[in-house]
């Protein structure tokens, strides 16, 4: 995959991978914040080999409107393809990742953007490389 956009592939929508990712008391999940997000993350040994899949979620406990909501997974979704791992080694990862966005307000995309960035070298940071 080679290019800037969001292939499906990269979409995670399996329903037992994702409950997995949210199971609670499980040593292989982990999980980081960065104001105004937080990630969870597990390395999904189901997948032979592809790239990291991820997910949003923006609950309506934080934003109540539904055109809040939308823009913010946009923004969520563009700060994860802008700064994602490029790099063969990463992307060759099975890593699930689920993307929760704990803000109670709308933020602009510098603020988003950062903790991206700061949550994608956790994540680089914990993963082990497929190389092993």
Known sequence: MTGNRLY?????CSETAISRL??????EVH????????ATWILNGSRSAGCPQFLVS?????????????????VVREAYRLN?????ATMSRPVDIA????????LP??????AMRKLLARIADTTPSSSH
């Open 84 to 88: 994602r791992p490029d790099s063969p």
């Open 8 to 12: 499906k592939i990269e979409k995670l």
């Open 31 to 38: 999980s980081a914040i960065a104001y105004p997000l937080r």
């Open 58 to 74: 923006i609950p309506k406990k934080r934003l109540r409107h539904a055109v809040d909501r939308v823009r913010m997974r946009r």
């Open 109 to 114: 995309y510098s603020r988003v953007e950062g």
């Open 99 to 106: 993307f929760i966005y704990v803000a109670s307000e709308r």
């Open 22 to 27: 949210f199971r609670r008391n499980d040593p």
